[in-house]
């Protein structure tokens, strides 16, 4: 039962970390173009409201999720899981396999300074705190919905509310020291990973909804996300040699 437990709890705060440093870091790069261009009041005023707003989605939706039904809501669950994390993996491996340009932070930073740069100098405000807390609460949504389903689902939401925080905490803390040097963040690596994690939980919670007894119990997950990893790898290597193009890096 221990090893069932620890197994269970090493997928769900893998996912719920990386998720939500992935998001982070997209997120954190609006905010420091907005700081840097405009000023920070502006930016962590837009940021500070979309974290209320986020909170006040949790606060709303999490105690509704714990009284669903657990077998309605693992295959819910379950179901938006793959969806999110077919989405992750796709993107995932046709950047791996060079059919998509690859992630680039130090470009989408320039790309918000040039828009920024090109308003008004009277409009400049409140195109900055809209544009930081659309970029806050758009990349929050996707960590917020991680943490409801895999918390709720796994009677863990306590425990994935709490890793949430401190990917968040910590990305924001390495994203101060770097500034923008963000794009030496293996994003489409971490991608990869909760893709894998998230197919893996979802693959798990809808099989648990439909009444399938998964041997080993939580143990399974471990098994679903090596049998994932090498199933994308499978696909990466594949694409790879079909299109013999190498992976670039754009805007």
Request: aromatic share 6%.
């Amino acid at each position: 039962m221990a090893t069932a437990v620890s197994s269970s709890v090493v997928v769900l705060v893998g996912a719920v970390f990386l998720a939500c440093a992935v998001e982070m870091v997209e997120a954190l790069t609006i905010v420091l173009a907005v700081g840097h261009t405009r000023g920070w009041r502006s930016a962590l005023e837009g940021a500070g409201l979309a974290l209320l707003a986020l909170t006040a989605l949790v606060a709303a939706f999490g105690p509704a999720l714990v009284r669903v039904p657990l077998t309605t809501l693992r295959l819910v669950v379950g179901g938006v899981l793959l969806i999110f994390g077919m989405q992750w993996l796709r993107k995932a491996i046709l950047r791996a396999s060079g059919l998509k340009a690859r992630h680039d932070e130090d470009a989408a930073y320039r790309a918000a300074v040039a828009e920024l740069e090109g308003v008004p100098t009277s409009e400049r405000d409140r195109v900055a705190l809209v544009m930081a807390f659309k970029g806050v609460f758009l990349e929050g949504l996707e960590v917020v919905v991680t943490v409801l389903t895999l918390g709720t689902s796994s009677h863990r939401l306590g425990l994935a509310a709490g890793v949430a925080v401190a990917a968040v905490v910590l990305v924001g803390l390495v994203g101060v020291a770097v500034a923008r040097q963000l794009s030496r963040v293996p994003e489409n690596a971490m991608k990869m990973a909760v893709g894998v994690l998230l197919v893996s939980y979802g693959t798990f919670w809808t099989g648990e909804g439909l009444g399938v007894r998964w041997p080993g119990s939580d143990v399974i997950l471990l098994a679903l996300a090596g049998l994932y990893l090498v199933v994308t790898w499978a696909f990466v290597g594949w694409l790879r040699q079909r299109s013999g193009r190498i992976p670039e890096v754009a805007a």
